[in-house]
């Protein structure tokens, strides 16, 4: 029997790629500033171009961004590329655009690219809205006509109506990223390629954006790259998600496992998270108490019926004696959405150079059926009630809420409409009508 997946027709395929750069040899911005730089290496100096605090390298040394890259991306998907900063991300979309070239491997790429790859890319600042929309389409390949066909689209979508015979070199950072989105998503190309560009749009025009993509992909049969350090954005477009991480793949497959393996909260086989290595952020680096893990002693799948409550059990570690620490739990829908937030009743003694253990109770018997995060702070109250953070994480534990037999009348809950939490049934009493007159 014939696998489906290889008969899929293939938008992209990369094999072996590698992309070396030469560090410390050029890179001044300008011919003068990079003689400055060699003439201050001979003379045994500091570079006058360096960025203060930056880490000085040897010339002539090499830096491998993309360690030989073996994917492939079919027609038709939505692919999200995740990884920390420095993984070779920005790296990889620049090689599929043609921004620059592989130092080694082939790049085969089946259709023309439409790429936003930061705000305003390929807009000429003289130019207006409307002349860099022909500008870009005539980039793809576009006839004027094709383009003429796709104005009024693109300017619909694009909010820009009013500044369009405005150069865009006037525009706001979000009005570039509006048109450019337009241009990108509208104009006729078989692959879109995304690299964090909806921050900077408001809400409303980040929803709309991926709701485009979406049916980019699923409607029109477009391939869609989309990279972001937001998960929540990965988990509503992306069919198929990879983790790249100093320069390799190190996951690709699903997309929630593909994000519980980047965030490093993937449970073992015996519910335990460990917490320890996890990055913090940094109002939470260096301090007393750390968190160590996070585990469930009733389920190992992390499973739980409605109208059920979660226990765990939470370690952690201090460097101090703390008088009077508390917990704060905050619960997240799978798209990131904030749903309810819970403290301990009291505070408890943290005691200094052991690992201690604590139950905790968390109510979640109205949440409807559906996935949802764990994130949490621990903090200490001093005398004056003060509060100070000790330590905090994300989306440290993933939990899943399933139906019961006659919950919501065996009507599958449509979180869209109404949310994620449900109240008591109605209480309904009937009135007898009096006589009509």
Known sequence: MSNPVENREVAVRLSGVKKMYKLGQIGGGTLQKDLQSWWARVRGKEDPNSLIGSEQRLSGETFLALRGIDLTVYKGEALGIIGGNGAGKST????????????????????????MLEVGTGFHGEMTGRENIYLNGAILGMTK????AKMEQIVEFSEVRDFIDTPVKRYSSGMYVKLAFAVAAHLDSEILIMDEVLAVGDMAFQQKCLDRMRDAATKEGRTVLYVSHNMNTIRQLCDRCVVLD????????????????????????????????LKRAPEFAGHAVTLEAIWSEELQNAVYPVGSKMKLRLSYTSSRAVASANLRMMVRSAEGNPITMCTTNEGFSVACGTRETVE?????????????????VIYEVNE??????LDGLKEIYNFEIVAVSGFNNNMEWTTRYWGN?????????KITAGPTR
């Open 92 to 115: 990889l979309l620049k090689l599929l655009c043609r921004v620059t070239a592989p130092s080694a491997g082939e790049i085969d790429i089946y259709g023309r690219i439409s790429s």
């Open 145 to 148: 006509a094709e383009i003429d």
């Open 246 to 277: 100093k320069g390799q793949i190190i996951f690709e497959g699903d997309v929630e496992e593909g994000i519980e393996h980047y965030m490093g909260t993937k449970q073992t086989s015996s519910g335990v998270v460990e917490l320890a290595s």
């Open 360 to 376: 905790i109770e968390i109510d979640t018997s109205r949440l409807v059926p559906g996935r949802y995060t764990l994130s949490t």
């Open 384 to 389: 004056m009630g003060h509060n100070s953070n």
């Open 421 to 429: 939490t449900f109240s008591e049934p109605m209480k309904l009493r």
